[in-house]
């Protein structure tokens, strides 16, 4: 078993930043980690992804903007978002992903980007 817990959330206006990170209980040395955002009246969607061997996968509307990391050693990954969107304002959602039976969700942390 593997307990995520998101932290970084909050507000900010248009063009600025936030580092979102997703600190695990255990090791995720074999996990691929992502990050997937909901907002309201939509459905979860996925925004990046790392895998263990670190290669990196973006949504199309972040890329250039987004930038996913992890530190291993520390059981942590990072998102960092750049010039930020209203279109971004989501509840953002830390997975760690290793087999069907086992991935396991964070609780979640809101970003809201307004002026």
């Known amino acids: 078993q593997v307990q995520l817990v998101e932290s970084g959330g909050g507000l900010v206006q248009p063009g600025g930043s936030l580092r979102l990170s997703c600190a695990a209980s255990?090791?995720?040395?074999?996990?691929?980690m992502g990050w997937y955002r909901q907002a309201p009246g939509k459905e979860r969607e996925l925004v990046a992804t790392?895998?263990?061997?670190?290669?990196?996968l973006y949504a199309d509307s972040v890329k250039g903007r987004f930038t996913i990391s992890r530190d291993t050693p520390k059981n942590t990954v990072y998102l960092q978002m750049n010039s930020l969107k209203p279109e971004d304002t989501a509840v953002y959602y830390c997975?760690?992903?290793?087999?069907?039976?086992?991935?396991?969700w964070g609780q979640g942390t809101q970003v809201t980007v307004s002026s």
């Open positions: 255990g090791s995720i040395f074999s996990f691929n």
């Open positions: 790392i895998s263990s061997g670190s290669s990196t």
């Open positions: 997975n760690a992903y290793y087999s069907a039976l086992r991935k396991y």
